[in-house]
Antibody, heavy 119, light 112 residues
């Protein structure tokens, strides 16, 4: 059974870079037909898609975040990562990683990790 | 890309049916049969309930159903149960050019 687990810095200072990793277990991140996505949810608000990376390494980002986001994959460790630069308080959120059954839906989600941007 | 529009809240008594709408545009909901629905209980990760407009993943009760007409998708919960009280989000693929996904604003379902 595929499982995803987010990890990374829970507290980030304004203007710095947020870094998170999603470890994939129970399956290969290189499997065809899937992409690997990041989604976030600010406190008390709805879900926002951040971006995803295909098994091939191609990436696609939310246009509103594109200038600050980088998603990468480490096949040797079976994990993928998110970097969000120049963070502000508006980037405070629970960050989820998820598997996308291309091009349609997110079928497996991590439990989420809380990131707070504060000095 | 604007969020898909959902009602803020809906409610119903146990055993009743409720329907949640999800309105987008011809660039997302209306353009593709890639609408999915997620249930989220407080403090938990979203759970897939419906995909490709009307398909149910294994393990999801058949009282959850989905449909679409034009730019509006809908999720219906029949025979409402206490455990159905949660937030629900729709999501749509928004195009092969920009490879985007857009979520709905979310709906709180309350079981009276």
């Amino acid at each position: 059974q595929l499982q995803l687990q987010e990890s990374g810095s829970g507290l980030v200072k304004p203007s710095q870079t947020l870094s998170l990793t999603c470890a994939v277990s129970g399956g290969s991140i290189s499997s065809g037909g899937y992409s690997w996505s990041w989604i976030r949810q600010p406190p008390g608000k709805g879900l926002e898609w951040i971006g995803y990376i295909y098994h091939s390494g191609s990436t696609y980002y939310n246009p509103s975040l594109k200038s600050r986001v980088t998603i990468s994959v480490d096949r040797s460790k079976n994990q993928f990562s998110l970097k969000l630069s120049s963070v502000t308080a508006a980037d405070t959120a629970v960050y989820y990683c998820a598997r996308v059954v291309v091009p349609s839906y997110m079928d497996v989600w991590g439990k989420g990790t809380t990131v707070t941007v504060s000095s | 890309q604007s969020a898909l529009t959902q009602p803020r809240s809906v409610s119903g008594s146990p055993g009743q049916s409720v329907t949640i709408s999800c309105t987008g545009t011809s660039s997302d909901v209306g353009g593709y049969n890639y609408v999915s629905w997620y249930q989220q209980h407080p403090g938990k990760a979203p759970k897939l309930m419906i995909y490709d407009v009307s398909k149910r993943p294994s393990g999801v009760p058949d009282r959850f159903s989905g449909s679409k007409s034009g730019n509006t998708a809908s999720l219906t919960i029949s025979g409402l149960q206490a455990e159905d009280e949660a937030d629900y989000y729709c999501c749509s693929y928004a195009g092969s050019y920009i490879h985007n996904y857009v979520f709905g604003t979310g709906t709180k379902v309350t079981v009276l």
